[in-house]
T-cell receptor
Framework: KQEVTQIPAALSVPEGENLVLNCSFTDSAIYNLQWFRQDPGKGLTSLLLIQSSQREQTSGRLNASLDKSSGRSTLYIAASQPGDSATYLCAVSTGANNLFFGTGTRLTVIP | KAGVTQTPRYLIKTRGQQVTLSCSPISGHRSVSWYQQTPGQGLQFLFEYFSETQRNKGNFPGRFSGRQFSNSRSEMNVSTLELGDSALYLC?????????????FGPGTRLTVT
């Protein structure tokens, strides 16, 4: 069964700092990997989708990489802002056609 | 384009009752998936519907069921509610089978069972 782990569980950084969130998965047979953010009590907002054949995707200050063979993905956030404070979740899509989610990293950006 | 909508947003039910949650996907999306989110278990997949057919089901008891209509709207039903069913229920839609397409989530329905 696919297991997805995110490290660290929580992270506090001062505003303006660059940061990296990590995601690892046990089964490399994935179709894609998606990064989401979730604000308290809210639904998920899709940030980036990386297909299994891709190595990275970029959107604004966000850059996500995927190393399928080693079962790892990173989400890089440049010049962090207080509005980036949220829980970040990664999820992998498998042949079973559902998403397996990590436990999330709760990010706090301190003004 | 309107996003994924879920109704109701909040529900309070008592043990033993049943509940129906509704999800309207983004226009043109044919796949709808349901997830349960709890503090202890995180996000867990319930089931996926595509073209009115359940394509995949997670590891939940038969009390959890769903259906999809011809307009792609989906409903989820939970019968004989238990305290442990208290959770945020999220639905997600995608253009086609969720395998390779980005999934878009609704705001969720917060169910509290007392």
């Amino acid at each position: 069964k696919q297991e997805v782990t995110q490290i660290p569980a929580a992270l506090s950084v001062p505003e303006g700092e660059n940061l990296v969130l990590n995601c690892s998965f046990t089964d490399s047979a994935i179709y894609n990997l998606q990064w989401f953010r979730q604000d308290p009590g809210k639904g998920l907002t899709s940030l980036l989708l990386i297909q299994s054949s891709q190595r990275e995707q970029t959107s604004g200050r966000l850059n996500a990489s995927l190393d399928k063979s080693s079962g790892r993905s990173t989400l890089y956030i440049a010049a962090s802002q207080p509005g980036d404070s949220a829980t970040y979740l990664c999820a992998v899509s498998t042949g079973a056609n559902n998403l397996f989610f990590g436990t999330g990293t709760r990010l706090t950006v301190i003004p | 384009k309107a996003g994924v909508t879920q109704t109701p947003r909040y529900l309070i039910k008592t043990r033993g009752q049943q509940v129906t949650l509704s999800c309207s996907p983004i226009s043109g999306h044919r796949s709808v998936s349901w997830y349960q989110q709890t503090p202890g278990q995180g996000l867990q997949f319930l089931f996926e519907y595509f073209s009115e057919t359940q394509r995949n089901k997670g590891n939940f008891p038969g009390r959890f069921s769903g259906r999809q209509f011809s307009n792609s709207r989906s409903e989820m039903n939970v019968s004989t509610l238990e305290l442990g069913d208290s959770a945020l229920y999220l639905c997600a839609s995608s253009l086609d089978r969720a395998l390779s397409y980005e999934q878009y989530f609704g705001p969720g329905t917060r169910l509290t069972v007392t």
